[in-house]
């Protein structure tokens, strides 16, 4: 129990208070987020509501990182355009109700793929993104955030801006909210500052009756956030092969950004917090909470990075504020929906700008004259790609592939032999720099064959047989000696290597007692 629900983790200090405010103020947040990401993909707001409060609430409970919180997002959203437009292809006469019953079952399928992800210890492999990859993706994410609040500056369903009076009532509530949030903290931290703005806010809309956008305004006509309880849905589509090809490429999708994204996430609350959540966990957490929110009527989800820099950022440290955070989001949708839509989306907009200008690593930008340039275009095309497509997962994916290639560069640049012939005539190669793919043509230059003397030692003591690309080019460097009738000898390479060299085994002499074993490290836990 001490390791699941930190709410009654004796071990840990928990301030009820700044968890209780901190939760009501996410709480708020959500809900124009939920409704948005759900109007995206075409669902009704209630599927967007629902999935914040499922994946929010299971998360909280079970996930491997205190004070994250989950719910429906954008980067999910988006994946079930391509969905809806293929099931549309495919059955041109499918009804909406229909189409959201593959969705669950999608969502239902996502979570179990997480839920094996996080029993086979996949998490750890958030580890090879490079710390660049990491700068891109939050700066790309802070860019979305800050764009995603334009649209609240324009006549709704028009590309038209605002104008006259109604454009600088919503200029001057948002620096308003932004003042507060900013201004706030140096005179009290008793409560958290942008709960105190959002209520000072809506009191001047609501009191004074100003007229500006509320959160009302940005639903469609005839729809509402007023619900129960999620309730219990058993996809009713057909359960055959039919079916589960067209929709186990997308599960796998949501699967994966779901993954990355919360993984991701954590990795940035590590840093802020300077604790460390666990991986693995949070993929089974995810998996759990995608699995619930497909069978309670959600649209499914993944971790928030706005919205948890938020509950960061007002004091949550525990997982209370995460749960907090979704009960009272069920209970604005059961209870509390005429209050809700009539909160100024002024005070959110305000919000979420300072979350966008908090999550800007704006000390990378002092980096672009420290850092290597493969680093910085790394960086930059990591933000691009973010901003451009909203695709965190294939941002990351193509980031981490340049920064394996940059490193292959660089390293492959670094091969490099002394050359000398000792007084019984034998000519020795020292190799230094590692030997892999990237550095085999390079190896092969080293060596002069035609005019090398009748016995030859390549000496590895200082260099590292990488991978058969290395092997290879070390099978191809003896069969130029062996075949002109010269002996080489190759000196320490590793017993996993000498295995391997089975074209050489006639002409390698390995001294073994001075062969190093190379052997990986493994996760204990």
Not at 109 to 130: C, D, E, N, T, Y
Not at 339 to 351: D, E, F, T, Y
Request: charged share 15%; aromatic share 8%; net charge neutral.
């Amino acid at each position: 129990m001490k390791k699941v629900f930190n709410l009654f983790d004796l071990s840990q200090k928990v301030n009820y208070k700044t968890e209780i405010l901190s939760g009501l103020t996410v709480a708020l947040a959500l809900v124009p987020e939920a409704i948005a990401f759900a109007m995206i993909a075409g669902f009704s707001p209630l599927t967007g509501l629902y999935a914040a409060f499922v994946m929010g609430l299971v998360t909280a409970i079970l996930g491997g990182r205190p004070g994250m919180i989950s719910g429906a997002t954008g980067a999910i959203a988006v994946i079930f355009l391509g969905l809806i437009l293929e099931l549309r292809t495919a059955f041109p006469d499918i009804t909406s109700e229909t189409i959201l019953q593959y969705v669950f079952a999608t969502v239902i399928i996502a979570g179990i793929l997480q839920i094996l992800a996080g029993v086979l210890r996949l998490g750890k492999f958030i580890r090879l993104v490079p710390h660049p990859v990491m700068f891109g993706f939050v700066n790309g994410l802070a860019i979305i955030i800050f764009m995603a609040q334009f649209p609240n500056f324009y006549q709704k369903g028009t590309h038209n801006l605002l104008e006259g009076s109604s454009m600088l009532i919503m200029l001057g509530l948002t620096l308003l909210t932004m003042f507060i949030i900013w201004g706030l903290p140096k005179l009290t931290k008793v409560v958290p500052s942008s709960l105190i703005a959002i209520l000072v806010v809506a009191g001047i809309v609501i009191g004074f009756g100003v007229d500006t956008m509320t959160v009302g305004d940005t639903l469609n006509a005839g729809e509402s956030i007023k619900g129960g309880f999620p309730p219990l849905t058993i996809p009713n589509i057909p359960f055959d092969f039919a079916t589960l090809k067209i929709i186990f490429p997308y599960a796998c999708i949501v699967a994966g950004v779901g993954l990355i994204e919360s993984l991701l996430s954590l990795n940035l609350i590590d840093e802020i917090t300077e604790t460390r959540g666990s991986g693995n966990k949070e993929c089974v957490a995810q998996g759990i909470g995608n699995i619930a929110s497909g069978f309670l009527s959600g649209m499914g989800g993944c971790a928030m990075l706005g919205q948890s820099l938020i509950n960061i950022s007002a004091g949550s440290r525990a997982r209370l504020a995460g749960i907090v955070a979704s009960i009272t989001l069920l209970i604005f949708i059961m209870f509390g929906s005429d209050l809700i839509v009539q909160l100024p989306m002024a005070a959110l907009v305000g919000l979420m700008f300072m979350v966008a200008i908090g999550t800007f690593e704006w000390a990378s930008l002092k980096t672009f004259k420290k850092m290597p340039w493969s680093d910085v275009i790394v960086m930059v095309l990591v933000t691009l790609i973010t901003v451009f497509t909203h695709n965190l997962a294939i941002a990351v994916l193509i980031g981490v592939i340049l920064a394996a290639l940059a490193y292959s560069w660089e390293n492959a640049k670094r091969i490099r032999a002394r050359k000398y012939v000792d007084e019984n005539g034998i000519k020795h190669y020292e190799i230094f720099g590692p030997l892999f793919f990237g550095s085999v043509a390079g190896f092969s230059e080293k060596f002069e064959v035609l005019n090398d003397p009748n016995e030859v030692i390549i000496d590895f003591k200082e260099s590292r047989v990488a991978d058969m690309s290395a092997i290879e080019a070390l099978n191809v460097i003896t069969h130029r000696y062996h075949k002109i009738g010269k002996k080489v000898h190759l000196r320490h390479l590793s017993k996993d290597c000498i295995k391997l060299l089975n074209k050489a085994e006639a002409i390698i002499d390995v001294n073994i007692m001075e062969d190093p074993t190379y052997k990986l490290v493994i996760d204990k836990v």
